[in-house]
């Protein structure tokens, strides 16, 4: 047994497009020893996570490996039979997807899912695995470990579910974990949770991590080395503290100094100016569960409200309430004034055009099997009333408008487009109704910061060109101070603290807003060590938020 676990020589990796291969990764070496943690940055389409699926001798479809070796412990992943592959995956390389909820399989429960690789592998018998995994769970912090594998992946949230993907990972204790994004979806008080637990798991057992992620100080916290990857390249490699402190690159000093944008901060609105949009002491449940109570605030046009707190808090709830998803249980929902019907279905065409939404998961929110061009002119039908040459000609402008040249995207399939591309057309069908108000649902969290940056300028632009009013839920304070004109900020289904930007960053905080403000993960490496310490946390597994 030697220290070097992975090695990777002169890897080149290729992907079909049109029965045509194009290179996607350009010939990179990596080294990883035991129990070492090397972090991979870049924007989206540099080859972070086709490099990390390589470590494990595996490519998605439609992609190949041709070039290079990929060894592991001594063996030639690349060369190695489907058997060999299959002995080691789960058991001695295993994986942490970006999104738990997705990965998970919702017919089956945690643990049943938990318990598959090691029994599966001859590492132990059902009922150890499931005490080992309880024992795992305790280590995660996760609430009620002798309990909560036992429920389905819905009735968890996202922190939890993502760091009982990371006791299922270890299941079978293996040498390698490759951590894909594990926490870009999280708010920023679950994301201190997650990190903590998978730092305390990976140091305890030794065990060596590629941590895939685009968030430089998250990847701070975690990695021993930084390797920073462009359009399939290379473009440089060093230790955390040198890769921060000194970057000799261009490409990476601009990663360093992204986030620049930041709006010119406006006037106060007058106190007798009419809100676009008035949410005004409502309350909300799902079945008998009361989720939000008495809430109340105004968006007035041309401004963007950023509501943040986290996950649970209520601030998708209270934007499903002003879209009437879910009418509320009491209280007023108010646009221009005048009053809205609480469920949608007893709302006009002209109310329902007025509000729309922009969602979180692109992916996810355009059908794939539609074109473009039919994604963004079904709303310009619906509520235009246009077809044919004149319904092709708005798409067009508005494709124009989201700056994605038309003849080159209008007949694409979603799946043709990366991440930021896809969330322009979100915005694309939202403009495609001519609203006054948008509501805009973790907009840039699963986006790389280059492009989400990107998507804030272009956010902006609309916003002064249109007049449009935003409502912006987020768990990112950074994009909070660079968008933002006014801050609500919700906790269990309770506004605790709202008022201008400029007042809510400065203290004295309401206690719930402090403790966001100082859980945003600093470009330090001592950064999360410190801030445990500061809350009297001993054992950094026990970082939970009510722990604290």
């Known amino acids: 047994m030697t220290d070097k676990l992975v090695t990777i020589r002169d890897i080149k990796i290729e992907g079909r497009s049109d029965e045509t291969w194009n290179p996607i990764i350009n010939g990179i070496d990596l080294e990883l020893e035991r129990g070492e943690v090397l972090g991979l940055i870049g924007e989206s389409g540099a080859g972070k996570s086709t490099l990390g699926l390589a470590a494990m001798g595996f490519c998605r479809d439609g992609v190949r490996i041709s070039g290079g070796s990929v060894e592991f412990d001594g063996i030639d992943l690349l060369t190695a039979s489907a058997s060999q592959k299959r002995e080691l995956l789960g058991k001695q390389i295993a994986y942490v997807a970006q999104s738990a909820a997705a990965s998970f399989n919702p017919a089956h429960k945690l643990m049943d899912q938990h318990t598959e690789a090691p029994t599966q592998h001859g590492v132990s018998g059902r009922a150890d695995s499931i005490a080992d995994g309880i024992e795992l769970y305790e280590k995660l912090r996760l609430p009620n470990p002798d309990q909560i594998g036992f429920r389905y992946p819905h009735q968890v949230s996202g922190g939890q579910l993502q760091r009982a993907m990371t006791a299922m990972a270890m299941s079978c204790r293996p040498d390698l974990i490759i951590f894909d994004e594990p926490t870009t979806a999280l708010d920023v008080t679950t994301q201190i949770e997650v990190l903590a637990s998978i730092r305390e798991i990976v140091e305890e057992y030794n065990t060596a991590a590629i941590y895939i992620t685009h968030d430089l100080a998250v990847v701070a916290q975690m990695a021993d080395r930084i390797k920073v990857l462009l359009k399939g390249d290379e473009v440089e490699t060093a230790d955390t503290r040198t890769m921060l402190s000194a ?48 809430i109340s605030f105004d968006i007035h046009e041309g401004r963007t409200v950023a509501v943040v707190g986290e996950s649970g808090s209520g601030k998708s709830t209270a934007a499903r309430c002003i879209t ?69 000609a708005r798409v067009e402008e508005l494709l124009n408008e989201i700056e994605l040249e038309p003849k080159q995207y209008i007949d694409r399939l979603p799946s043709e487009l990366s991440g930021g591309q896809k969330q ?23 986006l790389d910061q280059l492009v989400a940056e990107g998507i804030l300028r272009l956010l902006a632009r609309l916003q002064d060109e249109l007049g449009l009013s935003y409502m912006f839920i987020t768990h ?17 289904g309770v506004v605790v603290e709202q008022g201008e930007k400029n007042e809510m960053f400065q203290p004295p905080h309401h206690p719930y807003t402090d403790l966001l403000l100082s859980s945003v993960p600093e470009m330090d490496p001592d950064w999360l060590t410190n801030l445990l310490k500061e809350r009297g946390v001993d054992n950094i597994g026990d970082a939970a938020v009510g722990k604290m």
């Open 247 to 294: 970057p000799t690159q261009d490409y990476t000093k601009s990663l360093w100094a992204v986030r620049s944008f930041a709006r010119p901060v406006k006037a106060a609105v007058s106190a007798d100016a009419t809100p676009i949009v008035s949410v005004k002491g409502v309350d909300a449940a799902y079945g008998t569960t009361k989720v939000l109570h008495d």
């Open 324 to 392: 009437g998803l879910l009418p509320p249980t009491k209280g007023v929902i108010e646009f221009d004034g005048q009053a809205l019907p609480l469920d949608y279905r007893k709302r006009d065409k002209d109310q329902l055009r007025q509000a729309q939404m922009i969602y979180q998961m692109a992916d996810t929110a355009l059908n794939p099997r539609k074109t473009i061009g039919e994604i963004i002119g079904r709303p310009v039908q619906f509520y235009g009333g246009l077809t044919g040459s004149k319904k092709r």
């Open 476 to 492: 990112d304070l950074a994009t909070v101070k660079a968008i933002a004109d006014e801050v609500v900020v919700m906790k269990d």
């Open 424 to 446: 322009r057309i979100g915005i694309a069908r939202a403009l495609a109704a001519e609203p006054k108000f948008i509501i805009c649902d973790e907009v840039t969290s699963a």
